[in-house]
């Protein structure tokens, strides 16, 4: 049997989706390509087994100016498919990058006053500061929109931050972070920018994580940590603005669905390829063939889905303070994260089946990929939640106590 060259197979956006963006954007993720394969590809697998992030990327990844992409003028497919395609490389960077800029750096934007862009903003998009989200808490995940229990208090001119956050993505090292805590006073959630060097406050890694090595999780500890009113979210009135940051970000994290899909299935079928038994590759085995293909498939189906999530996306209308908010409502995009992470799950899971017992080890790649898989199946709401936030959308009634 001849030898297969892996660059005259079709590649995996099958249906060619990328085409649908325009030229600029084209040359743009290209450029994304060939950071990626120089900078983080050769060097993601010894990141994630040492449980390493490496700072060093970050002048690099600034360079990019990918930074939230849709306030430059760049659609929202494009901004999709950037995620996607560091999600390929690496699940971890995609991260950080989701982190920081989808939701830090969003808010400065949505949220932040004139001061406050002016003092943070620059700095933020050019990655010379880096900033963290905490919102989840030891005791509330699914349900911390009505028991959220870090408080905050108004004394004076000042506020002061009592409680704790959990699974903070770079939460070890960040310069900034936007913390949500409810008023004491008015029951109401407000945020804040929280300088991570002030008293009080301190952040503690999680260790032992079978998914998402690199990135720096941690466990946030707000002891009187007083805050001053100019670092409050002066746009930030209630939970319905988590929540508009979080739909966009959900979003986001079913596109980290699509890239991880893309990557088992580029690794599965290399693999296949170059693997021989019997006497020939297992790409040539009827089996093997049908696994690929239900891989393609889920891929394309997840891909084809986020891109139309996308179009809802552009088209946008007038809310609250005069921000343009999205077309896609929450419902839509707890359903393209609730069913894209299935697909992925069941694709990293094919994947890991094609490599036998080298899909075990992370010197394969897929092991690494199918771990990663199920940190997306669960962060921005859970799979079963965000079931339930479109099974409400579609019965009229909540099964969410």
Request: hydrophobic fraction near 45%; aromatic fraction near 8%.
């Amino acid at each position: 049997m001849n030898k297969v060259n892996m660059a005259d197979l079709p590649r995996p956006d099958f249906y060619g989706f990328e085409s649908l963006l325009s030229g600029r954007e084209r040359l743009k993720l290209a450029q994304l390509r060939e950071f990626l394969a120089a900078e983080v590809e050769p060097h993601a697998v010894d990141w994630w087994n040492r449980g390493r992030f490496p700072a060093e990327l970050l002048p690099g990844l600034a360079g990019l100016e990918l930074s939230t992409p849709v306030q430059q003028g760049f659609s929202h497919l494009f901004a999709g498919l950037v995620i996607a395609e560091m999600t390929r490389a690496d699940t971890s960077i995609a991260t950080f990058f989701m982190v920081h800029h989808d939701l830090f750096v969003q808010a400065l934007y949505e949220f932040g006053s004139a001061e406050q862009k002016a003092r943070l903003l620059e700095d933020a998009l050019a990655l010379r500061i880096t900033g963290a989200f905490a919102l989840t808490e030891p005791e509330h995940g699914s349900d911390v929109a009505g028991g959220m229990a870090t408080t905050a208090r108004r004394e004076g001119g000042d506020w002061i931050l009592n409680g704790a956050k959990r699974w903070i993505g770079n939460g070890t090292f960040c310069d900034y972070m936007l913390v949500w805590a409810r008023e004491e006073d008015t029951n109401q959630v407000r945020g804040f920018i929280v300088d991570s060097k002030l008293e009080g406050f301190r952040a503690e890694r999680i260790g032992n994580k079978i998914s998402l090595r690199t990135v720096q999780n941690a466990d946030i500890i707000l002891d009187n940590v007083r805050v001053a009113e100019a670092d409050r979210f002066a746009g930030i009135s209630s939970f319905d603005d988590t929540k508009h940051l979080l739909r966009g970000s959900r979003i986001m994290v079913g596109w980290q669905a699509v890239g991880q899909q893309l990557a088992a299935y580029e690794v599965a079928r290399r693999y296949a390829l170059e693997r021989e038994q019997f006497g020939r590759p297992i790409a040539g085995f009827q089996l093997i063939q049908d696994q690929l293909v239900r891989m393609l498939g889920n891929a394309t189906a997840s891909l084809g889905m986020l891109a139309r999530v996308a179009q809802l996306q552009e088209e946008t209308h007038a809310g609250p303070q005069g921000i343009r908010h999205s077309g896609a409502d929450m419902a839509q995009a707890a359903l393209a994260k609730s069913y894209t992470s299935a697909r992925m799950r069941e694709t990293v899971s094919l994947g890991r089946s094609i490599l036998g017992g080298n899909g075990i080890v992370t010197d394969y790649l897929m092991a690494k990929i199918f771990s990663d898989a199920e940190a997306i199946y669960t962060y921005e709401g859970s799979y079963e939640i965000n079931s339930l936030i479109v099974g409400r959308a579609v019965t009229g009634i909540s099964a969410i106590a």
